[in-house]
């Protein structure tokens, strides 16, 4: 099946930011990514900014190295590549000075879609905003996309919505959760919201848990310094983590539309009931011979900071009241392997003797690797025996039923940047969103300190502290293995 692509607007979109990592092996390679599907005519300019003094020339060599190197297709076409380019071009430009920005403003055009990603830290979140105002480009119908990490607390989401909130209306604001730009994300709100099938069993009558895995196989890597401030519980369980877990919880929203959406999700978030430190495990990857441990690879021997959690929480509202849902998320697992798991409970009443053993249903969505949903079903084992049961994959893999070549499959990033031109939020985070995000998250964390207690070493390649397996166990259920 070969989707179907709807071009956008002619656009300019400005990366502030352009000759950062970002923008290297994410932005530019999706925005070449839609411009070869067609996504993207040849009147649309993209335009990087940054403080390096470069000419669009050279800008222009930098996104092809980017694209050829980032790209995740078999070859980069070289007439495409030089077509794409030609919508290519760079300014030099200080957030925190006025040179450039005269510039710039002479450079995008009025009256057609304007975005301005803000490809650069938060810090600097602020100059920006107030210098497109400054240069006439914050009109109400620009756009700007922020990345992740929005704050690191709630004081400071709330101080950065703030002053993004004095140059931009919300509708402007475009808070990039790249794992809301994933196919089976959305698929997970097809399967629940276009099917009569699973609707009626969402809820503690019919489901027993819910697990939430985001495993990682690499370590820390070169962003030591600033994952050592962060943590697991910063850096993935408030966002990522948080969003999927909106998505399985919510209600469903009156209409697939921006608002009904984020207003859904934000109803479980303020129903989270915080986590007591009996129900949460964090832990800290050791090393091996291969690998150096979290404390040399960051260069701090007495970190404290968790590079795995895994907890268990409750939602207080009618649909979910007693069911238990498990979030698990760390670095240098076993796999990269993210999956919901949604667990349904056993049958009221088994027909079968016992040789029949206990079965349950399990419906799988799969983000990463080989997007997919399953459900797990019980039927006969075959042969001539008596009745044993055995539990079957009805596999959905997407690449399989959508078309054999996966690089019709947008990556996230692709999706969210077309989003942004076509003005849908969607798929974006609202600010309430985040703060109350960050109102759950951020007792747990001041809990932790208070305590002063470490997070418990794990061996690289495996599934993580025991403690978070006993976790499971004494409610006499267990995680799911971490397989792609
Ligand atoms: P980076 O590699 O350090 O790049 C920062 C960019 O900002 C560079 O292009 C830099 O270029 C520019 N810059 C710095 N100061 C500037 C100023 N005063 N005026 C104009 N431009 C300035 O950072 P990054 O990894 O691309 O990350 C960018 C943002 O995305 C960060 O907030 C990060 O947390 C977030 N993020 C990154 C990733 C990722 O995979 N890299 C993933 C998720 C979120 P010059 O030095 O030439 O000015």
């Given at each position: ?41 040849k009147e649309s300019q993209i335009i990087g900014a940054a403080r390096s003094e470069m000419e669009t020339e050279s800008y222009r060599s930098f996104a092809a190295e980017a694209i050829r190197e980032f790209t995740d297709t078999d070859e980069v076409k070289p007439r495409k590549l030089a077509a794409f380019l030609k919508l290519v071009s760079y ?329 942004v031109i076509r003005g849908n939020q969607t798929l974006f985070m609202r600010g309430d969103e985040v703060e109350a995000a960050w109102a759950w998250t951020d007792p747990i964390i001041a809990e932790w300190q208070a305590a002063g207690t470490e997070p418990e070493p794990y061996d690289p390649g495996g599934s993580g502290p025991e403690e978070a ?16």
């Amino acid at each position: 099946m070969v989707s179907r692509v709807i071009p956008v607007e002619p656009f300019d979109l400005v990366i502030i930011g352009g000759t950062g990592d970002l923008a290297r092996r994410k932005i530019l390679p999706a925005l070449y990514q839609r411009f070869v599907a067609g996504q993207i005519g040849k009147e649309s300019q993209i335009i990087g900014a940054a403080r390096s003094e470069m000419e669009t020339e050279s800008y222009r060599s930098f996104a092809a190295e980017a694209i050829r190197e980032f790209t995740d297709t078999d070859e980069v076409k070289p007439r495409k590549l030089a077509a794409f380019l030609k919508l290519v071009s760079y300014v030099t430009l200080d957030a925190k000075g006025e040179a450039g920005w005269k510039t710039l403003s002479g450079m995008v055009q009025e009256n057609r879609i304007r975005a301005f990603y803000f490809s650069v830290g938060p810090s600097l979140f602020g100059d920006l905003a107030k210098r497109l105002q400054k240069y006439g480009m914050a009109e109400d119908d620009c756009r700007i996309v922020v990345e992740k990490p929005f704050g690191r607390d709630l004081a400071t989401a709330k101080e950065l919505n703030r002053i993004l909130a004095r140059h931009f209306d919300e509708s402007q604001i475009y808070r990039i959760d790249h794992y809301l730009g994933k196919e089976t994300v959305q698929n997970l709100m097809a399967v629940r919201f276009g099917n009569m099938l699973f609707e009626p069993l969402w809820n503690s009558q019919y489901v027993d848990h819910i697990q939430i895995t985001v495993a990682e196989s690499v370590g820390v890597g070169g962003r030591g310094g600033y994952y050592d401030r962060a943590g697991a519980m910063r850096d993935m369980v408030q966002n990522h983590l948080m969003q999927l877990f909106c998505l399985i919880a919510m209600e469903p929203p009156a209409k697939f539309e921006p608002d009904s959406v984020r207003d859904e999700k934000l109803k479980v978030i303020r129903a989270l009931e915080h986590v007591k430190p009996e129900n949460i495990v964090r832990g800290q990857y050791d090393g091996d011979g291969q690998n150096p441990g979290y404390r040399n690879e960051v260069e701090n021997r007495d970190s404290t900071t968790e590079t795995f959690v895994a907890l268990k929480a409750h939602i207080s509202n009618w649909r979910w009241a007693g069911t238990p849902f498990y979030l698990r998320t760390g670095k240098r697992l076993r796999d990269r392997a993210s999956e919901i798991a949604v667990v349904f409970k056993d049958a009221p009443h088994s027909i079968f003797d016992e040789d029949a053993g206990r079965h349950h249903n399990i419906l799988t969505i799969r983000l990463q690797p080989n997007e997919g949903i399953e459900l797990g079903v019980t039927i006969k084992e075959p042969g001539p025996g008596g009745m044993r049961l055995v539990d079957v994959p009805l596999d959905m893999s997407f690449a399989e039923v959508l078309g054999p070549d996966e690089a019709d499959f947008p990556d996230a990033y692709e999706r969210l940047i077309m989003d942004v031109i076509r003005g849908n939020q969607t798929l974006f985070m609202r600010g309430d969103e985040v703060e109350a995000a960050w109102a759950w998250t951020d007792p747990i964390i001041a809990e932790w300190q208070a305590a002063g207690t470490e997070p418990e070493p794990y061996d690289p390649g495996g599934s993580g502290p025991e403690e978070a397996l006993f976790l499971m166990h004494r409610d006499g259920r267990r995680w799911r293995e971490i397989k792609p």
